[in-house]
């Protein structure tokens, strides 16, 4: 069996007039995030780190900011677009877990429909989605509710000589 990890990490700022989308999942509050796509952080953050396990670059290097073509895009296209990369190359995913850093708005609320989402997104089961929350105790830009950071963690695993590199 082979073993891969990968790390990934994503800010986006606050802004009006936007919807605010983590891990696929609209989220009710005043402000959204903002972007050339839809900016949800913690999806962007989990495309990186499948890319990084596979190393095949980075969501910008897929998804280029200067493409018309993602401008307001949903990112769960991305995450489709990633998964079928691990697929092709005979992985699949053993678990994710996210942290998402934000100072508001309250996200436990939510937290079993962003893993649901995420395993739909996945095709895996949600037990091994893990989404997490925290603020920073009102340091630094997300304590400052300037916007939304998220941490994200994958292993993936496939039989030996199960696909190409
Ligand atoms: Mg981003």
């Not at 969501?59 to 489709?80: E, M, N, V, W």
Request: hydrophobic share 40%; net charge neutral.
């Amino acid at each position: 069996m082979e073993f891969r990890v990968g790390i990934g990490f994503d800010a986006h700022r606050f802004a009006p007039n936007r919807n605010l989308k983590l891990c696929g999942v609209t989220i009710p509050y005043e402000l959204g995030l903002i972007g050339h796509s839809d900016a949800d952080v913690a999806l962007h953050a989990l495309c990186d780190a499948l890319l990084g396990a596979l190393s095949l670059g980075d969501i910008g290097q897929h998804f280029p900011d200067t493409d018309p073509r993602y401008k307001d895009a949903d990112s769960s296209t991305f995450l489709l677009a990633v998964m079928s990369l691990v697929r092709e190359r005979g992985w699949q995913v053993n678990n994710v877990d996210i942290t998402i850093i934000a100072q508001a708005p309250k996200l436990s609320p939510y937290r079993d429909a962003m893993r649901s989402r995420l395993a739909e997104l996945l095709g895996v089961k949600a037990d091994v989605v893990s989404v997490k929350a925290t603020t920073t105790d009102q340091m630094g830009f997300v304590g400052r509710k300037e916007g939304i950071a998220a941490i994200a963690v994958v292993s993936l695993t496939r039989n030996e000589g199960g696909g190409k590199r």
